[in-house]
């Protein structure tokens, strides 16, 4: 299922954060860094589901701070 737009867009207001944190998110949400690293620079998308996975792992994160 593809992301949505919402997500999209939260998903690149956090860019920064992923790529700083990039192998913790890509082993919390199960795919490689190069996938991670591929999205982030519009190769393909992740699917809603990971998406989701992947807001949920920054607002965690961003919780222990």
Not at 25 to 48: F, Y
Request: proline share 3%; net charge negative.
């Amino acid at each position: 299922m593809q992301p949505t737009e919402e997500q999209l867009t939260a998903l690149g207001n956090y860019r920064d954060i992923i790529i700083e944190q990039a192998s913790k998110v890509a082993e919390a949400i199960g795919v490689s860094q190069q996938t991670l690293a591929g999205w982030t620079q519009g190769v393909g998308d992740p699917t809603s589901e990971q998406a989701a996975e992947i807001l949920n792992f920054l607002n965690e994160s961003t919780k222990n701070r």
